[in-house]
């Protein structure tokens, strides 16, 4: 069994930056892959990022490329989604999700854990 633990998120203006991370207990996340999915008020969840085992290999939607870095610290089980240059519209709470298996990693149903999120918000 894993859990995952996201924090920082938080109040921001428009243009700003946050970075989200994502402990992990349980067990070790070294061969998960991992992602970032959040869900706007009245919508449904989207994938936003993420990443292969090894950090080498990361994927981003399209509305955050060039503003947001996922990465990961394995020897702290821990990833992280760096977001910058924010807008309202990156609203929503955010949810890191652990796959155990190989999979591309875009879709919910390839996440086997998720932690409970964290409130992120874009002032304008």
């Known amino acids: 069994q894993v859990t995952l633990v996201e924090s920082g998120g938080g109040l921001v203006q428009a243009g700003g930056s946050l970075r989200l991370s994502c402990a992990a207990s349980?067990?070790?996340?070294?061969?998960?892959?991992m992602g970032w999915f959040r869900q706007a008020p009245g919508k449904e969840r989207e994938f936003v990022s993420t990443?292969?085992?090894?950090?080498?290999?990361?994927y981003y939607t399209d509305s955050v490329k060039g503003r947001f870095t996922i990465s990961r610290d394995n020897a702290k089980n821990t990833v992280y989604l760096q977001m910058n240059s924010l807008k309202p519209e990156d609203t929503a709470v955010y949810y890191c999700a652990a796959a155990p298996t190989v999979v591309a990693g875009r879709r919910l149903n390839e996440y086997t854990y998720w932690g409970q999120g964290t409130q992120v918000t874009v002032s304008s």
């Open positions: 349980g067990r070790t996340l070294s061969s998960y892959r």
């Open positions: 990443i292969n085992y090894n950090g080498v290999n990361t």
